[in-house]
Each structure stands twice: as C-alpha cells, then as structure tokens.
C-alpha cells in the first residue's frame, strides 16, 4: 500500500549530556512505508522479540482492515459494495469514521475521506498521475462528500445515500495504527517508547537516559533533510505528533506542480501556499486527521480553526518566496 506520508519527522540524537543507557530499536516495512521504534526495556518483563511480534501482528490486522490497495480489505469490500442500505463495518473502522465526520464538520468540509474517486482520477493511489479533464471531475464530484455518509457506531454499521461513495481511511490510519502499536506495547509492560509510521508517531515517558524524547521535524521543501523546528516533547503520559505536507506526494506537468492533497469541493489539489501542519494531540488518530483538513485549508484558515479548537498545530508556509512558521497558542504553551 501506499498510505499518505506527511511530513518526514525524525528522531534525533541530540542531547545536552551522554546517555548512559541505549534504547532498544525495531524496524521494518508496513503499509506501503517504514517503521522505527525505540523501547525502553529497563524494568519490563518483556523481550524485544516478543515486542517484535506483537507489532508485526499488529500491522497485519490493521492492513487487512483499512488498505485500500488490498482487494481483501475490509475497507475494500466496503466500496465495491454499491448500495444504500446498512453495511456492517469493523468497530474500528466505525470510530473512525465518526472522527472523520467531526472534523469534517469542524474543518468546513476540507476534511473529508470519500475523496477517493477522485484520488484514483489524478493517480494518487498508485496510478500514473495525470491531470484529468474538468468534464471527469464534475462526473464524479455529486458522488463525493461526507454529507453522504450516515455512521452508525453503536451498532458498527453505516449506509451511503449515494451508493457509488467511495472512503479512503489513508489520512487518518497511520496515525491510528501508531496508537494501536503503542497501546500494544503498553499491554506487554512498556511505557517508555517512540512509535514512528511514515513519519506519523507516538511518543511516550522518557529516553533511556532519562532525558526527554525530541524530535525533528524537517522542512517542507522536496529532496532535502534540512530541519525546521526541534520539539522537546515534555509530556510523560504521551502525545502524538502528526504533521501533513503538500511537498511530498506530487506530480508535476507542463511546469505546474499538483499535490496529493485535494480540495473536496473543487477536485482539485490545494493550492495556497501551506506547506506543511504538524499536530500534537492526546489521540494519534485525531492529529492525523487534523493535519490534513488543517493543510488543505490554506495557512490563514488553518490558523483560525486551530485557535478555535485549541489544537497545538505548527504551520510552514511561503510568504514572499520564504518559509514562515505560525504556532498556535496551545503549541507554544506545549513547548
């Protein structure tokens, strides 16, 4: 698969003092990306293999769940059922969909996970990009829309009034899958860890050393690893650092340059000059879904709404043909 990717965020080995102790690492391939964790093992009456293979576990679970390049998913199944009547659906994926359609709401609409259709039309899923007619955008924009969707969580099911609505979970399951892994690796003892997915993490307590986590986030600008901001993240019980980036993911033609990231209502890729939008939240899933309705607003938007909902969110973005950073107020105050 081949999930959105946001922008890279990077653990780094700065530290005002040598570390006494190592941490214990993991790493592999999952969802389309890479994945990089560090334990803390000191203390837990758990081995690296077994963390190991509860995260492997649960990636699978995940994958079989919500890829939309796995014609066995369930999310799959799910849109190639076309109908109107209920469907049932995995609790995970219903509380999924019922952040999604809060944040759609709170965010105006630019949030919005039946984007796919039109996913697919510009070749963001894995197909060769392209710049489609606006007759094939307006053909499928009346099938496009949370709006069409009805979730019903308590009895995991949902129904599409529009029978032909497509949903890609792809902006809100990695950020759900590093909760999952985390949550897991809490259940076998651990509470000291950072959990990295295509550059999507968790962080939690401390380093092995002692000192707090911190981590990198890279500027937005394609082919280079340059830094733009380091975060301290101070808070021992754990948060979620989620950033979106329109750099990425792109295509270009005829000298224009076409992000991932679209506008539901125009079908179209953003264009504003938002780079990217790191988000710290308590609940991984709600920071991945943030930092991309945030993005696809445009940077003055995405700083009202984040003020507004009190969301500790960092916005890049180009002004004058330089990059510019505007924290919010809870984001300063986490710092």
Same mark, same amino acid.
């Given at each position: !698969?081949n999930?959105?990717? /946001?922008?890279?965020l990077m653990?780094?080995?700065?530290s005002?003092?040598?570390k006494s102790?190592?941490?214990s690492?993991?790493?592999g391939?999952?969802?389309?990306?890479?994945?990089?964790?560090?334990l803390?093992?000191? /203390?837990?009456?758990?081995? =690296?293999?077994?963390?190991?293979?509860?995260v492997?576990?649960?990636?699978?679970?995940?994958d079989a769940q919500?890829?939309?390049?796995?014609?066995d998913s369930?999310?799959?199944?799910?849109?190639?059922?076309?109908? %109107?009547?209920? =469907?049932?659906? %995995?609790?995970?994926?219903?509380?999924?969909l019922?952040?999604?359609q809060?944040?759609?709401e709170?965010?105006?609409g630019?949030?919005?996970?039946?984007v796919?259709?039109?996913?697919?039309?510009?070749?963001?899923?894995?197909?060769?990009?392209?710049?489609?007619?606006?007759?094939?955008?307006?053909?499928?924009?009346?099938h496009?829309?949370m709006?069409?969707?009805?979730?019903?969580?308590?009895n995991n099911?949902i129904?599409?009034?529009d029978?032909?609505?497509?949903i890609?979970?792809?902006?809100?399951?990695?950020?759900y899958?590093?909760?999952v892994?985390?949550?897991?690796? *809490?259940?076998?003892?651990i509470?000291?860890?950072?959990v990295?997915?295509?550059?999507? !993490?968790?962080?939690?307590?401390?380093?092995?050393?002692?000192?707090?986590? &911190?981590v990198?986030?890279?500027?937005?600008t394609?082919l280079? &690893?340059?830094?733009e901001?380091?975060?301290d993240? &101070?808070?021992?019980?754990?948060?979620?650092?989620?950033?979106?980036?329109?750099?990425q993911?792109?295509?270009?033609e005829? /000298?224009?340059?076409?992000?991932h990231?679209?506008?539901?209502?125009?079908?179209?890729?953003?264009?504003?000059?938002?780079?990217?939008?790191?988000?710290m939240?308590?609940?991984p899933?709600?920071?991945?879904?943030?930092?991309?309705?945030? =993005?696809?607003?445009g940077?003055?938007?995405?700083?009202?709404?984040?003020?507004?909902?009190?969301?500790?969110?960092? =916005?890049?973005? *180009?002004?004058?043909?330089?990059?510019t950073e505007? !924290?919010?107020?809870?984001?300063?105050?986490?710092q």
């Amino acid at each position: !698969m081949n999930w959105l990717i /946001g922008l890279l965020l990077m653990t780094t080995a700065l530290s005002g003092c040598k570390k006494s102790t190592d941490e214990s690492e993991l790493s592999g391939e999952a969802q389309g990306t890479t994945y990089h964790i560090k334990l803390v093992l000191d /203390g837990a009456s758990t081995s =690296l293999e077994q963390a190991r293979r509860e995260v492997s576990t649960t990636l699978a679970e995940i994958d079989a769940q919500m890829s939309n390049y796995r014609e066995d998913s369930e999310i799959s199944r799910i849109n190639r059922q076309e109908r %109107s009547d209920w =469907l049932p659906v %995995s609790q995970e994926i219903a509380k999924l969909l019922v952040i999604a359609q809060t944040v759609y709401e709170r965010s105006g609409g630019c949030y919005d996970l039946t984007v796919k259709s039109l996913f697919d039309l510009w070749g963001f899923s894995g197909r060769e990009n392209r710049v489609p007619s606006q007759n094939e955008i307006d053909a499928l924009l009346p099938h496009v829309g949370m709006s069409l969707l009805e979730v019903d969580a308590v009895n995991n099911r949902i129904r599409k009034k529009d029978p032909k609505l497509k949903i890609d979970l792809s902006s809100i399951a990695q950020g759900y899958s590093v909760g999952v892994v985390a949550q897991r690796l *809490e259940a076998l003892g651990i509470e000291n860890y950072l959990v990295e997915i295509g550059g999507e !993490m968790v962080v939690k307590g401390r380093k092995a050393n002692g000192n707090d986590w &911190r981590v990198a986030v890279q500027t937005p600008t394609p082919l280079t &690893r340059e830094i733009e901001k380091i975060i301290d993240v &101070r808070e021992q019980q754990g948060t979620a650092i989620m950033t979106a980036g329109t750099y990425q993911h792109f295509f270009e033609e005829n /000298g224009q340059t076409y992000s991932h990231i679209l506008n539901p209502k125009a079908g179209r890729p953003v264009t504003h000059h938002l780079r990217s939008v790191t988000v710290m939240h308590d609940d991984p899933a709600w920071a991945d879904a943030w930092d991309t309705a945030l =993005l696809c607003m445009g940077e003055q938007e995405a700083a009202r709404v984040a003020e507004a909902e009190q969301l500790k969110a960092l =916005l890049v973005y *180009e002004d004058d043909g330089k990059l510019t950073e505007h !924290m919010s107020k809870a984001f300063v105050a986490a710092q």
